[in-house]
């Protein structure tokens, strides 16, 4: 039989079995579609959901079709490497909180926690401290896992106009809340802190978590006081050692935090709070707001940054990062890091920024929080809570739609300052 100018199909024989093109697409889009399916029946059992797809698919857990699925199913980026299943409803995790009788931990972000484009420090969370074996095992097991979105995240691209694009967030911060099963906060833990740091942290919440589980009424307010009391007396008892420890004999005191300026906080002010954030996000947000004269400095600081930088120091065990971590950072792809020297510096850097993150949150923000919940102020309810965190704590508060990037005092000689509002953000 001879065949002339005739078009056949392109067709694979292999071990007799036919496969073309077309019945490889045939068959990838019945898979996905089986696929979500599964996921969103799964979706619906909660954690057990997620450990019974992870046996069935343990053999697969690197495939990207299984990796997609995964993070639909936990409701969270990289969840391959995490394996930790998150509501998005927290009355269905308070539900959940109460039948386990495990404290609940919610996450509020700037964006989504699936998105692999959120808000700096909670993809920092997803990297560092989610990964981490230790952190992974007792979220998993001694907690109910909450995240909410306070809000979008603001992205910026840079148009090279030679085909290259940068792409990234910019500003914002995180923050974790432990709540008792009817969704009272009992702590909080803001911004990123080293996993050792963040481990003890949760430790620490899910002891007073089981002692307040026992109790009610009367009983319970004098016992979440107490931890309060405890917890601050020892921020302030580790403040001097540490100071002492650098010899620095008459250490300043801890105060309140307050920022008097009459100037809404700006974009450059807001993310020096957050330093693994603000390395990333620095040179972007100078390019965008240079700095004004009456808002140079940071009200909030307490100490000149070479004393930070020493005290980080101290705690750069706490920001070592487990080799679960290492592995994820090593499967993202990173630019300008093609021999392991570069990658052990990107790491080794991302370790630094991290201690210093966690001696600021520490001996700054949670110090705050802490007193905070010694006063009763705006602490018996998450929300108004959160509202608190972000307008006095991250000086990214909701009535500023601008978060600190848009300053009607600096003339930037483009109209109307650059700023594009559409219908759907005005009725927002």
């Not at 002339?4 to 067709?11: A, G, K, S, V």
């Not at 020892?234 to 010899?247: C, F, H, K, P, V």
Request: glycine share 4%; net charge neutral; proline share 5%.
């Amino acid at each position: 039989m001879q065949f002339t100018n005739l078009q056949l199909p392109f067709i694979v024989i292999l071990a007799g079995c036919v496969f073309s093109p077309a019945g490889y697409t045939q068959d990838t889009n019945s898979n996905t579609s089986k696929l979500t399916q599964e996921v969103t029946k799964l979706r619906q059992q909660g954690a057990a959901g997620l450990q019974t797809f992870l046996k069935s698919h343990h053999n697969e857990l690197t495939s990207p079709q299984i990796k997609t699925a995964l993070d639909q199913l936990c409701q969270q980026r990289n969840c391959y490497a995490s394996k930790l299943y998150w509501y998005t409803d927290l009355e269905q995790a308070k539900a959940a909180a109460k039948t386990s009788g495990k404290p609940i931990l919610s996450l509020r972000l700037l964006g989504r926690l699936d998105t692999d484009l959120s808000c700096a420090n909670s993809r920092f969370f997803r990297v560092a401290l989610y990964p981490n074996s230790e952190i992974s095992q007792l979220l998993r097991e001694n907690f109910i896992l909450h995240w909410q979105t306070v809000r979008p995240v603001p992205k910026v691209t840079i148009d090279f106009g030679d085909g290259r694009k940068l792409e990234r967030t910019i500003t914002g911060n995180s923050i974790h809340y432990i709540l008792d099963s009817s969704g009272r906060p009992i702590d909080a833990i803001p911004g990123l802190y080293g996993p050792k740091a963040f481990l003890k942290q949760l430790k620490q919440a899910e002891i007073i978590a089981t002692e307040l589980g026992k109790s009610s009424g009367t009983k319970y307010e004098n016992l979440l006081q107490q931890y309060h009391l405890r917890q601050l007396d020892g921020i302030q008892n580790q403040w001097r050692a540490d100071l002492s420890q650098l010899g620095i004999q008459s250490p300043p005191q801890l105060v309140p935090l307050s920022n008097n300026s009459t100037l809404p906080p700006s974009a450059s002010v807001a993310g020096s709070l957050a330093v693994s954030k603000s390395v990333v996000e620095r040179p972007i947000i100078n390019a965008i707001q240079p700095e004004i004269l009456d808002n140079k400095s940071n009200p909030l600081e307490i100490i000149d940054q070479a004393t930070w930088n020493k005290l980080a120091q101290l705690y750069q065990n706490d920001a070592k990062l487990d080799s679960n971590s290492i592995a994820l950072i090593q499967a993202k792809k990173l630019p300008n890091t093609t021999s392991k020297n570069n990658l052990s510096r990107v790491i080794s850097n991302f370790e630094t920024v991290m201690a210093l993150d966690t001696v600021r949150n520490e001996y700054m923000l949670h110090r705050q929080i802490h007193q905070w919940f010694l006063q009763r102020n705006e602490t018996l309810d998450v929300n108004q809570l959160n509202e608190k965190v972000y307008a006095e704590l991250f000086l990214t508060p909701s009535s500023d739609p601008w978060l600190g990037l848009a300053n009607n005092d600096t003339y930037s000689a483009i109209d109307n300052g650059g700023i594009i509002e559409n219908s759907a953000s005005l009725n927002r």
